[in-house]
């Protein structure tokens, strides 16, 4: 029997990661820098939301834009890997492309056996890294060989909920890789995502955080356009809630469709 479709929120913080367990996520995907698609936040963060939430797998990117690394950035985040695991992480989310599109390898064996050096029993996600590449599809039916047990996938669309083909697509090519639907997901996207052959789903839940400063703004960086827009991000309880209710519902109707046993 195929395990449970399971739900992952993406979160910044050990308040988020609370949040999403107290809220029904089965495990939680921490970064920082969300605004920018994801970096790998500090050790400290790490230990802090393994403390206080579900099981933490933990993103390694060690810059925004793409994910064309050199040398020196696959041993910084072969390295990040390692430190991410020591400090509790149940498992990382990776990925890297050569400049034509490809997976590549020789960065991606890096990180794997970063991981499972430090634990057998890590568990690699590739990350959205395979929505930009060449054949989405084919880089996913390559993923047993490489030791990697998930992907996170909009189906190279947008968003997941426009990806529904390719993601049918993937999980046919690689039976038994976890194929995690994200990008843009809403509650309502969750029956349909798992209808196109999603075996877990990955939002973010996220709202923006009501900024506490009482004092004047200027703005201190590229993304300070406004003081109401300089702020942070915090993770939603009821979108968490809502979206551990929709995925519930859908899997029960699987069930009864089937003649499941609950």
Known sequence: MSPRPSLEIAVVSPAGARTARENGADRVELCTGL????????????EAAVGAGPPVHVLVRCRPGDFVYD????????AEVRTAVRAGARGVVVGALTPDGALDT????AFVGAARETDPAA??????AVDQASDPVAAVAALPGLGITRVLTSGGAPTAADGGAALTAMAAAA?????????????GDIAGLLAAGATSVHLS????ATPRRAAGWV?????????????HFRTDGTV???????????VGRGEEARGTPR
């Open 35 to 46: 605004e920018l698609g994801g970096l790998t936040p500090s050790t400290a963060t790490v």
């Open 106 to 109: 020789n960065a991606l064996a």
């Open 219 to 231: 703005p201190l960086g590229a993304g300070g356009t406004s003081a109401d827009d300089d702020t």
């Open 123 to 128: 568990q690699i996600t590739l990350h959205r």
């Open 205 to 208: 839940a996220k709202t923006r």
């Open 240 to 250: 968490v809630t809502a979206a551990r209710r929709a995925l519930d519902a859908a």
């Open 71 to 78: 040398a020196e950035e696959v041993a910084l985040m072969a």
């Open 175 to 187: 039976p038994g890789i976890d194929v995690a639907a994200g990008g843009g997901v809403r509650p």
